[in-house]
């Protein structure tokens, strides 16, 4: 690790991997980062400027889509509406999540660990499968086109998916954490809101932003769900696609799909700077 | 500070026994070194005190109060783990402090003895650090830390030093000899280290498969073991063993039809016995013993010769130095009172296990 490596064939070798690794990177980020850039594109363009054949990536760029559509009464109030369900859904699947994989991962209990396999294995049915009931049980509750329905629909995948995330993340700490905390003079509860809430801030705060994102995005429930007053933006965008009176608009498309992606990246970038922070580093010998 | 008192403990995970009934009474102010090979149940009795593993039969009392169901809170005890345990989030001083301020302990007051603490252990350039940004020693010296803040009734240790480099575990056990010796508190040390056990402690307690085989005063366990096992433990180099038959009240027939001519008969009258005597306890004599010389290491201060006497290896530690040579044969007594006679028993792993 620490010898100085001079010989010249092994550091071409490697300049080379490096160059190829460069270019793999470039090539995957213009693989997945061309649709993001053509959709802000043609969110600026007019209509006559869409089908042009070849597509022009010059042409006199247009807010009109932007100020027509968010000023409608529609889109802000499904904007809106998707901002609380999936903050909802996100806020309440990681405060559950979280307690049930610090239970899954510290508490001796028989039978904890096909506990928490079946709940895994319910991640497997297909959410059609689910949504149909859903709506059922919904209509006959009256609880339909709600924004708590929606929330509770998504916490039944989110919180798997945070139980598992928290659970491991709780098991690569050291038990003796909060076996200190505890002969110090807290209760197991004091331990873990004192010592593991604090210590695991950047994985509970990375995996809130992932649910959110989950939710943010999801569009199968919310079509089955809501009708009216709690409609989300996937559902409007999954509306305007498939507006047949007057063709979809997609200038209209592209400028909703921007405005919704613009807090997912955001958040995307903020998770990245947390994770790249060591957790629990110090609390051992090292 | 308070005396400690365990009276037939038991444990079991599920239909395992781990602990068959260990009974200890702990005086107030001493000094008790747990040391046996691992996986004996040392950490498991430890953590019983504690209060972070329930008892599965018999009662564990710190002064007057019992204390076999109170959670580790309410025992008003300090524990410093084999991986430190430090909250990674909080800077030395809130380290150490959290107990204090667990206990509501006026803020000016938890600073005072913050800082004491510090001054005892030197950790006062430190104080504002985060544990990651320590070295091991120092992260260790903060555990330690963590633990004499509170001014417990009862220390506990669990193989404190087992992370550290050699020359750092040396320091670092005078250290607590002499933290203990300043503060006296009752104090219950973990190791598989007999060293650390022998040189800290008032009393060793030699524990082997969950039961205790011997305790007492370390000198005491190095001059009279009661088995193999504890002769085995206690010493480095580890004892020589030779398992035989006494013949005619003084001979000692190995198995390989070797005779040796013993200074003394077994005091128990037994017949067939296994014979331990200390490396450090031969002398080389010109009518002994014969043994064929196969290495010679020589420090300075002193000389190991291991030797081949009736196909088994032994040692031999001399004083200052010799002029014994590989292949050569030499001849070896010990004084009747340094030949221990043991009831035969296999030779435990922990007298190969070199470590010194
Ligand atoms: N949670 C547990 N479940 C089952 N067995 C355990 C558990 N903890 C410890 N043991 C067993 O108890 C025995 C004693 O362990 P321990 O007290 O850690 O030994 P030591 O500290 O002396 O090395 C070991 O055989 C170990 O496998
Ligand atoms: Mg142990």
Same mark, same amino acid.
């Given at each position: ?26 090539f ?14 043609t ?9 042009? /054949? ?16 968010? /000023? ?26 979280t ?25 497997g ?9 859903m ?15 929606l929330?509770?629909?998504?916490? /039944? ?6 139980m ?84 979809a ?13 613009i807090p ?23 | ?9 038991h ?8 602990i ?30 504690? !209060? ?13 109060? &019992?204390? &076999?169901d109170?959670?580790?809170?309410a ?7 084999? =991986? ?12 150490m ?14 600073r ?11 950790l ?6 985060? %544990?990651?940004?320590?070295? !091991? ?8 830390g ?5 001014? %417990? =009734? ?6 404190? @030093?087992?992370?550290?480099d ?18 006296? &508190?009752? #104090?219950?040390?973990? #190791? ?15 524990? =082997? ?30 004892? =020589? ?15 390989d039809? &070797? ?19 200390? %490396? ?7 009518a ?18 291991t ?14 130095? #010799? ?14 009172? @340094?030949?221990?006679?043991?009831? %035969? ?12």
């Amino acid at each position: 690790m620490t010898s100085i490596d001079t010989s010249t064939p092994r550091r071409r070798r490697r300049s080379l991997s490096h160059g190829a690794r460069i270019a793999g990177a470039i090539f995957i980020s213009v693989l997945f980062l061309f649709p993001v850039f053509w959709m802000v594109l043609t969110s600026f363009k007019e209509q006559a400027d869409i089908f042009t /054949t070849p597509p022009k990536l010059f042409f006199d760029a247009t807010v009109r889509t932007y100020t027509e559509y968010f /000023t409608r009464a529609d889109i802000p109030q499904r904007l809106l509406n998707t901002v609380i369900v999936a903050t909802g859904a996100g806020i309440l699947s990681i405060v559950v999540g979280t307690l049930s994989g610090y239970a899954l991962a510290r508490i001796r209990l028989r039978g904890a660990a096909t506990f928490g396999v079946l709940i895994l294995m319910s991640r497997g049915v297909p959410p059609i499968a689910l949504a149909v009931p859903m709506f059922l049980v919904a209509r006959n509750m009256g609880l339909t086109d709600k924004h708590i329905t929606l929330i509770l629909a998504y916490c /039944t995948f989110l919180i798997p998916y945070v139980m598992w995330l928290m659970r491991s993340f709780f098991v690569s700490l050291p038990k003796e954490l909060e076996e200190s905390a505890m002969i110090d003079g807290c209760s197991r509860f004091g331990a873990f809101f004192k010592i593991i809430v604090p210590i695991s801030m950047p994985g509970i705060l990375s995996t809130l932003i992932f649910s959110i994102i989950l939710a943010w995005e999801e569009l199968l429930f919310a079509l089955v769900l809501t009708s009216r007053d709690a409609v989300t933006i996937p559902v409007a965008i999954a509306g305007i696609a498939g507006d047949t009176e007057t063709g979809a608009n997609w200038a209209a498309l592209t400028a909703v799909g921007t405005i919704t992606v613009i807090p997912v990246v955001v958040f995307a970038l903020l998770v990245q700077k947390w994770l790249i922070q060591g957790l629990a580093d110090g609390a051992t010998k090292g | 500070m308070s005396t400690l008192d365990i009276k037939d403990v038991h444990k079991s995970y599920g239909a395992i026994d781990v602990i068959h009934g260990i009974s200890l009474n702990i005086q107030d102010g001493e000094f008790v070194a747990l040391v046996g090979p691992s996986g004996c149940g040392k950490s498991t009795l430890l953590r019983m005190i504690a !209060g972070l593993e329930e008892v599965t039969q018999g009662d564990i009392a710190i002064g007057e109060r &019992t204390v &076999t169901d109170l959670p580790p809170k309410a025992r008003d005890i300090a524990m410093v783990f084999q =991986n430190y345990a430090l909250y990674p989030h909080m800077n030395v001083r809130d380290n150490m402090g959290f107990a204090l301020k667990q206990r509501r302990t006026p803020k000016p007051e938890i600073r005072q003895r913050v800082d004491d603490a510090a001054r005892i252990l030197g950790l006062e350039a430190l104080l504002d650090r985060k %544990p990651r940004a320590l070295s !091991g020693g120092q992260r260790q010296r903060v555990a330690m830390g963590r633990a004499i803040v509170r001014n %417990p =009734n009862v220390f506990l240790f669990d193989e404190p @030093l087992s992370n550290l480099d050699a020359k750092l575990r040396v320091q670092m056990r005078s250290e607590i000899k002499e933290l203990h010796q300043r503060l006296g &508190t009752t #104090t219950v040390y973990v #190791t598989h280290d007999q060293i650390e056990a022998m040189t800290l402690a008032d009393r060793v307690v030699v524990m =082997n498969g969950g039961v205790i085989e011997q305790e007492g005063p370390p000198l005491e366990l190095y001059d009279h073991p009661k088995s193999v096992f504890v002769a085995a433990f206690i010493g480095s180099p580890p004892m =020589n063993f030779l398992e035989g038959t006494i013949q005619n009240g003084d001979v000692f027939k190995l198995d390989d039809g &070797t005779a040796l001519k013993l200074p003394k008969g077994d005091p128990k009258g037994r017949e067939r016995i296994t014979m331990g005597v200390r %490396p450090e306890h031969f002398e080389l004599t010109d009518a002994g013993w014969p043994a064929t010389v196969s290495v010679v290491e020589a420090t300075g201060s002193e000389t190991q010769i291991t030797a081949r006497m009736a196909g088994k290896m032994i040692r031999v530690l001399v004083r200052g130095r #010799t002029d014994v040579k590989a292949g050569q044969t030499i001849h070896l007594k010990a004084s009747p009172e @340094l030949i221990h006679m043991f009831d %035969p028993a296999p030779i435990p792993d922990v007298a190969l296990e070199e470590d010194y």
